[in-house]
T-cell receptor
Framework: DTAVSQTPKYLVTQMGNDKSIKCEQNLGHDTMYWYKQDSKKFLKIMFS???????INETVPNRFSPKSPDKAHLNLHINSLELGDSAVYFC?????????????FGSGTRLTVV | SQQGEEDPQALSIQEGENATMNCSYKTSINNLQWYRQNSGRGLVHLILIRSNEREKHSGRLRVTLDTSKKSSSLLITASRAADTASYFC???????????FGAGTILRVKS
């Protein structure tokens, strides 16, 4: 069983389109995250949810809207896609005691905007 | 913004040799973590060292932390071709609410 699963794995779409990426974790963790990895491999946090509540929003454009229907799911919806949105998006989760445990990452969604 | 720098950016060694990667950071931390990323894959958590710890071991991995210098190192002993990957350090803030990653070191182990 995959601990943190993301779908789709690859997403190719045209500028201006709206798309969603889904993430699910079966670890019973309370906190979930979205990270963006750019072409230079830099990883930057975008959002964090703790038990369905938004706790981190790192100055991400309003076109990005996370949604957490329950603590096992954190989806990312992106409106009006731009070329600069092309990147790999990673979902991750941690238990409530996140100071003492590492993150579990999904395998990533490679988004290409053309 | 990135927390700090990793050094070297890239490292190429022969199988069986040791690999050392360094990480520096800027702010006070609760913990420091190391992750591995194989090409085209997600990140895998390797080891976590708390701010009150100085050294930690896990199998062939040895991590040190010097909070006075705001630096850490990851040593992989007796490297294998399968260790070829990118290695990232990441710092957990005082309130544990987010992990900030360094730029990563690309390690290539030649067989």
């Amino acid at each position: 069983d995959t601990a943190v699963s993301q779908t789709p794995k690859y997403l190719v779409t045209q500028m201006g389109n709206d798309k969603s990426i889904k993430c699910e974790q079966n670890l019973g963790h309370d906190t979930m995250y979205w990270y963006k990895q750019d072409s230079k491999k830099f990883l930057k946090i975008m959002f964090s949810y703790n038990n369905k509540e938004l706790i981190i929003n790192e100055t991400v454009p309003n076109r990005f809207s996370p949604k957490s229907p329950d603590k096992a799911h954190l989806n990312l919806h992106i409106n009006s896609l731009e070329l600069g949105d092309s990147a790999v998006y990673f979902c991750a989760s941690t238990p409530v005691d996140r100071r003492n445990y590492g993150y579990t990452f999904g395998s990533g969604t490679r988004l290409t905007v053309v | 913004s990135q927390q700090g720098e990793e050094d070297p950016q890239a490292l190429s060694i022969q199988e069986g040799e040791n690999a050392t990667m360094n990480c520096s950071y800027k702010t006070s931390i609760n913990n420091l973590q190391w992750y591995r990323q194989n090409s085209g894959r997600g990140l895998v958590h390797l080891i976590l060292i708390r701010s009150n710890e100085r050294e930690k071991h896990s199998g062939r991995l040895r991590v040190t932390l010097d909070t006075s210098k705001k630096s850490s190192s990851l040593l992989i002993t007796a490297s294998r071709a399968a260790d070829t990957a990118s290695y990232f350090c990441a710092t957990g803030g005082l309130y544990g609410n987010k992990l900030v990653f360094g730029a990563g070191t690309i390690l290539r182990v030649k067989s």
